[in-house]
């Protein structure tokens, strides 16, 4: 079947400007979850969810971020007023229990300028 | 504070010879690891997992070996294969450490052919 599918792949916004990134989980997939990824670094997490809930917000990294899966399916990452540090690539990964391996998106390159 | 540490940011290895990817913990609570690959512009890509239940764990030609006492994981890959030419992360999470994914800054690795 599809996998996780996130969009846009690319998104390139002026400091201060708000910005929404997309992500469509595999069918089925009640956990979710955002990362974010700078350049050399691994993944870290941002925001996880099970079912409609934000479960753990704890990685967010400000009050300018904020997540929402209204119907338990697909996902919305907002970021307000950006900031060129929040330049990076934010994946997506969803998976079918807590605890199992997750299936990441190719994720959504912000660059801010 | 970086929980899960990969010391090598890059290796090199002739085609069919043995890769040997290394990882390193710190939180004992972890019980669940595994290990991504990516590729650029795409999202990491779920590869082999282990539970800290087992020491080892096979799959074709990737071996995961989990040394709990160390805290210390391995991924062999052999014999390497120019397409196995990648950066891979390894992650850990555990029940007790809440419900996020800790990853390693990753290992860049190249098949020369």
């Known amino acids: 079947g599809a996998g996780v599918s996130q969009t846009p792949s690319n998104k390139v916004t002026e400091k201060g400007k708000y910005v929404e990134l997309r992500c469509d989980p595999i069918?089925?997939?009640?956990?979710l979850y955002w990362y974010r990824q700078s350049l050399g670094q691994g993944p870290e997490f941002l925001i996880y969810?099970?079912?409609?809930?934000?479960?753990?917000d704890s990685g967010l990294p400000n009050d300018r971020f904020f997540a929402v899966r209204p119907e338990g399916s697909v996902s919305t990452l907002k970021i307000q007023r950006t900031e060129r540090g929040d330049s990076a690539v934010y994946l997506c990964?969803?998976?079918?229990?807590?605890?199992?391996?997750?299936?990441f998106g190719n994720g959504t390159r912000l660059t801010v300028t | 504070d970086q929980q899960v540490k990969q010391n090598s940011p890059s290796l090199s290895v002739q085609e069919g010879r043995i890769s040997i990817l290394n990882c390193d913990y710190t939180?004992?609570?972890?019980?669940?690891f595994l290990w991504y690959k990516k590729y650029p512009a795409e999202g990491p890509t779920f590869l082999i997992s282990?539970?800290?239940?087992?020491d080892k764990n096979e799959d074709g030609r990737f071996t995961v070996f989990l040394n709990k006492s160390a805290k210390h994981l391995s991924l062999h890959i052999v014999p390497s294969q120019p397409g196995d030419s990648a950066v891979y992360f390894c992650?850990?999470?555990?029940?007790?450490?809440?419900?996020?994914?800790?990853f390693g800054t990753g290992t860049s690795l190249t098949v020369i052919p």
């Open positions: 990964a969803s998976s079918s229990t807590w605890n199992s391996p997750l299936h």
């Open positions: 069918s089925g997939h009640t956990a």
């Open positions: 969810f099970q079912g409609t809930g934000a479960a753990d």
């Open positions: 939180n004992s609570m972890f019980d669940y």
């Open positions: 282990i539970s800290s239940i087992k």
């Open positions: 992650a850990a999470s555990g029940r007790n450490t809440g419900n996020q994914f800790y």
